[in-house]
């Protein structure tokens, strides 16, 4: 049973920098696509960044250029580095596995990841 344990959200300034680490548990984690999604109160998850098994990532346009994901086959984690933070990136960040078709690239929807770990909250005061 695969499991997935993120931490380092906290308070943090605009403008200032953040990391968030992703540790998973059971499985074969070099294996699958893993991603980042974030959740703002009273608004719908939404697809931050993933990274596939060939180690190739995809961004959404509102992060490209600020957010950097990074996987550690080794250790079986993945960090997301957020810089430049802006007040809307303020939410819930969670972890998200998809644990079959680890090559495939642009899954962006939460139905496409099989397993989540359980949120840690990012906030940026302005």
């Known amino acids: 049973q695969v499991q997935l344990v993120e931490s380092g959200g906290r308070l943090v300034q605009a403008g200032g920098s953040l990391r968030l680490s992703c540790a998973a548990s059971?499985?074969?984690?070099?294996?699958?696509?893993m991603a980042w999604f974030r959740q703002a109160p009273g608004k719908e998850r939404e697809f931050v960044t993933h990274?596939?098994?060939?180690?190739?990532?995809y961004a959404s346009a509102s992060v490209k250029g600020r957010f950097t994901i990074s996987r550690d086959n080794a250790k079986n984690t993945v960090t997301l580095e957020m810089n430049s933070l802006k007040p809307e990136d303020t939410a819930v960040y969670y972890c998200?596995?998809?644990?079959?078709?680890?090559?495939?690239?642009?899954?962006?929807?939460?139905?496409?990841?099989?397993?989540w770990g359980q949120g840690t909250q990012v906030t940026v005061s302005s």
């Open positions: 059971g499985g074969t984690f070099s294996n699958y696509v």
């Open positions: 990274i596939n098994a060939a180690g190739i990532t």
């Open positions: 998200a596995a998809k644990t079959s078709g680890g090559l495939f690239v642009f899954l962006t929807g939460p139905s496409d990841y099989d397993v």
